[in-house]
């Protein structure tokens, strides 16, 4: 992932990538970057307005309204990349078994001995299926969704073709 928006007058150039947010010289770490969004952009203004968090502050950035297109897919693939991340953390963190180790016979101990009945209870339990409520779902709003994908450069207009027609059965 890669986008860089040129700034324009005195805007700052934004760039995004793996590592995080860079506007003009300043760099923003992907992991500390919290609530990005584009904030202000009126059809017929110059420019619009990114706020996002960062290191304790609220940060504001002009950008030029004609890369709000780029500007959202650049917003899309690094939140992406931000939830990737955390999952890939989270998978990490789970596979760790907390370990004390005794000094004085240098061996490694288990913290807690989890009864067998327990996990086997446990692993039950997630092999049921979870159900969600139905709700239906209205064909006419999930086009209009899907347009939205395809002004924003999601999907294609063969992909958006393709499901239009299954939605409207047609």
């Not at 110059?46 to 780029?70: C, E, M, N, Q, W």
């Not at 101990?109 to 039950?124: F, I």
């Not at 086009?143 to 002004?151: H, I, Q, S």
Request: glycine share 4%; with cysteine.
């Amino acid at each position: 992932m890669y986008y860089q928006i040129e700034g324009r007058m005195n805007m700052k150039t934004l760039t995004f990538d793996e590592e995080g947010l860079t506007v003009g010289k300043q760099s923003y770490p992907i992991d500390d970057i919290e609530n990005l969004k584009i904030a202000s952009a009126p059809l017929f203004a110059t420019y619009g307005i990114l706020t996002f968090h960062s290191g304790g502050k609220d940060i504001s950035v002009a950008f030029p309204r004609s890369a709000i297109d780029k500007l959202r897919r650049a917003m899309h693939d690094f939140e992406h990349e931000q939830m990737m991340r955390k999952k890939a953390a989270e998978k990490a963190a789970a596979q760790v078994s907390p370990v004390v180790r005794d000094t004085s016979t240098d061996s490694a101990q288990p913290v807690q001995d989890v009864p067998t009945q327990s996990v086997s209870a446990c692993a039950t339990a997630a092999e049921q299926p979870v159900t969600q409520p139905v709700r239906y779902m209205d064909p006419y709003e999930e086009v209009k969704k899907l347009k939205e994908l395809l002004d924003m450069g999601i999907v294609t207009e063969a992909e958006f073709q393709k499901k239009k027609k299954e939605l409207l059965q047609l």
